[in-house]
């Protein structure tokens, strides 16, 4: 983590100015955004990525990194705020996941531990009243699997299910459903969503990782996967990693994969490489120090 400082310090000072920037000048960076079938939502933060859940993973990792390794609550609270007004649930919610991991990880008492959970829990819950419509994100899913509403990341998912089913166990084959190749699939006419605006622009088709794995290479494809990934965060680093750290990390890898391809997008995977860095950094200090903090200089 001390080999990353020097980068890190300029890419909190980059983000910072893209998400000032989006907030100053709106229609500026509205005009950046490329033309689209379905309506965008301009109203969240999205900085210099143009991306509202992009930025809220960049804000996550500065978020992390200043709370558990810098000890910088002050600067922590800009990138919480930025990461509550990029209005992302899904990266909202991972990051309360991996910040409950690393309280209970770190070396303190049992009613500091309380303390902070509890107040983390309450920021979380209040934030999920505000932002998040489950009634809605459930409509949309039932409406799409048996109506006429078009939500492409559950036809994405469950379309990839069905690819895997029919196709069982291979899938229907490398590029054909949920990557950059797979423009024109006949993959997509057999899932009866070929004709959507959203893949026909392949604007959408990204939206579900589980369902691009599912659909290409089928439920073995998905087992080889996540074995994969098990080992590569296992052997990365000269010591092997708890299995409790492996099994954490892959979780939130595969919690991530609902949303996002991230076995083949090089943002996310930047992303979790350096939640992986983070998380064996601060537990290997808590446990080699008896605390889970750097030494103020």
């Not at 309380?114 to 999920?128: D, H, K, P, Q, W």
């Not at 029919?166 to 084959?173: I, M, S």
């Amino acid at each position: 983590m001390s080999d990353l400082e020097p980068a890190i310090k300029v890419f909190a000072f980059i983000h910072v100015v893209g998400c000032l920037s989006s907030l100053l000048f709106p229609s500026f960076f509205q005009g950046l955004l490329p033309s689209t079938t379905y309506e965008l939502d301009v109203s969240r933060l999205m900085g210099f990525s143009l991306n509202a859940n992009r930025a809220a993973a960049a804000s996550s990792v500065l978020l992390l990194y200043f709370v558990f390794y810098k000890r910088s609550l002050l600067t922590a609270s800009l990138f919480f705020f930025l990461l509550l007004f990029s209005e992302s649930r899904s990266v909202t919610f991972l990051v309360a996941i991996v910040f409950a991991f690393l309280i209970l990880s770190a070396r303190i008492s049992v009613p500091k531990k309380i303390a902070v959970a509890s107040f983390g829990i309450i920021v979380v819950l209040g934030f999920l009243s505000q932002f998040i419509a489950f009634e809605e994100t459930v409509f949309k899913i039932e409406n799409t699997l048996s109506g006429d509403l078009r939500y492409i990341r559950a036809a994405m998912l469950f379309g990839g299910w069905s690819l895997a089913t029919e196709f069982f166990p291979f899938g229907v084959g490398g590029g054909m459903f949920g990557s950059s190749m797979s423009q024109g699939s006949a993959a997509y006419v057999i899932i009866g969503i070929s004709h959507w605006s959203t893949v026909v622009d392949m604007t959408g088709v990204f939206d579900s990782g589980f369902g691009a794995i599912l659909g290409e290479y089928g439920f073995l494809g998905l087992l080889i996967y996540v074995f994969l990934v098990y080992l590569t965060i296992k052997y990365a680093l000269r010591a092997r990693r708890p299995t409790l750290q492996v099994l954490f990390l892959v979780f939130l890898i595969l919690y991530m994969s609902f949303f996002r391809t991230v076995a083949s997008d090089f943002f996310f995977s930047l992303y979790f490489l350096f939640l992986f860095l983070l998380i064996s950094d601060f537990c290997d200090r808590a446990k080699v120090n008896n605390h889970a903090y750097p030494p103020r200089p």
